[in-house]
């Protein structure tokens, strides 16, 4: 029997770098097609939400293409990997602006980093839940390009990893079953970061 690759799909709803994520998704031999709307995500194994921007401007982008109760029935199944603002967008609720309801595939909130602090631009280390077996993910290559001024507050059981930064520890990889999200941007993060996507949507 043929091997079949694995197709994953890129969500383009005009908040992110396609260009990049694509390149990394290929970097892992999968099949790799950029969409516009949701409506044949049955033909898909993985989709991936990118994101760039402002919260409300991100949602409002995803409320027209119907994308919480389309994305809800797709990871019954299935995998979802939010990256950057995609994984804040999974969270109950953002701040940003104003209050913004999310996606709500995981619960809890998005928050502005205290008032003191620069936003996060560079590479830092990720240190990740035991629980999960991310070798990629661990000692010489540990680092991870992040941009960000908001971070995520999920309940405990759904932190999966933890970024320091000026003093300040934050949630920098979630998952709640089939849904992942990593507040670093692996497409911009090596080879490495190009791996934890193949490693995440082969993960069982």
Not at 94 to 105: N, P, Q, R
Request: some cysteine; overall charge positive; charged content about 25%.
């Amino acid at each position: 029997m043929p091997y079949l690759k694995k197709k994953i799909a890129i969500l383009d709803y005009g908040v992110g770098n396609i260009f990049k994520i694509k390149q990394a998704v290929e970097f892992n031999k999968f099949d790799c097609l950029v969409i516009k709307n949701l409506n044949n995500l049955d033909n898909f194994d993985g989709l991936i939400l990118p994101g760039v921007g402002s919260f409300p401007q991100a949602m409002k982008k995803l409320n027209k293409i119907n994308a919480r109760n389309k994305i809800r029935n797709f990871v019954k199944n299935k995998k979802l990997l939010g990256i950057c603002l995609g994984m804040q967008l999974l969270m109950d609720i953002g701040e940003e602006i104003k209050l913004t309801k999310g996606l709500g595939l995981v619960p809890g909130k998005v928050v502005r980093f205290p008032k003191q602090i620069k936003p996060h631009v560079g590479w830092n280390t990720v240190s990740i839940n035991k629980k999960i077996k991310y070798k990629d993910i661990k000692n010489k290559n540990n680092f991870f390009y992040f941009t960000h001024q908001f971070i995520v507050k999920p309940k405990k059981d759904y932190i999966f990893g933890k970024t320091k930064f000026n003093g300040v520890e934050f949630c920098s990889v979630i998952r709640n079953n089939n849904v992942y999200g990593v507040q670093f941007h692996p497409e911009n993060s090596t080879k490495h970061g190009s791996k934890l996507i193949g490693l995440i949507f082969n993960d069982n």
